[in-house]
């Protein structure tokens, strides 16, 4: 059974920082390529981050691009999101997501084999 599941994510003031964590297993990790996603209420959901199945390739949203690395660490099964300089406008659900290629990097709406149940990102002002 495949399980995806976030960590990390909390209030904090804009300005502030937030590292979450996707630890997947029943998958074998290494062969997707990894992205995360947000949902605002009432908006769609929206592609932040896409990383490659080895991280030499990554893609990011221009919304984020300057304050958010995406990275992974496939000896842990676990992809992260650091995220900086963290607005009122990143406030969200973000989930994570995984799926062959060309998932997320082609577009956004890629369909991916697999998602987390989210973890809340609250930023305040």
């Known amino acids: 059974q495949v399980q995806l599941a976030e960590s990390g994510g909390g209030s904090v003031q804009a300005g502030g920082s937030l590292r979450l964590s996707c630890t997947a297993s029943?998958?074998?990790?290494?062969?997707?390529?990894m992205g995360w996603f947000r949902q605002a209420p009432g908006k769609e959901r929206e592609g932040v981050s896409c990383i490659s199945t080895r991280g030499f390739s990554t893609r990011y949203a221009d919304s984020v691009k300057g304050r958010f690395t995406i990275s992974r660490d496939n000896a842990k099964n676990t992809l992260y999101l650091q995220m900086n300089s963290l607005q009122r406008e990143d406030t969200a659900m973000y989930y994570c997501?995984?799926?062959?290629?060309?998932?997320?990097?082609?577009?956004?709406?890629?369909?991916?084999?697999?998602w987390g149940q989210g973890t809340q990102v609250t930023i305040s002002s």
């Open positions: 029943g998958l074998p990790f290494e062969t997707y390529v």
């Open positions: 997501a995984v799926g062959r290629a060309p998932f997320c990097f082609a577009t956004w709406t890629e369909p991916a084999n697999y």
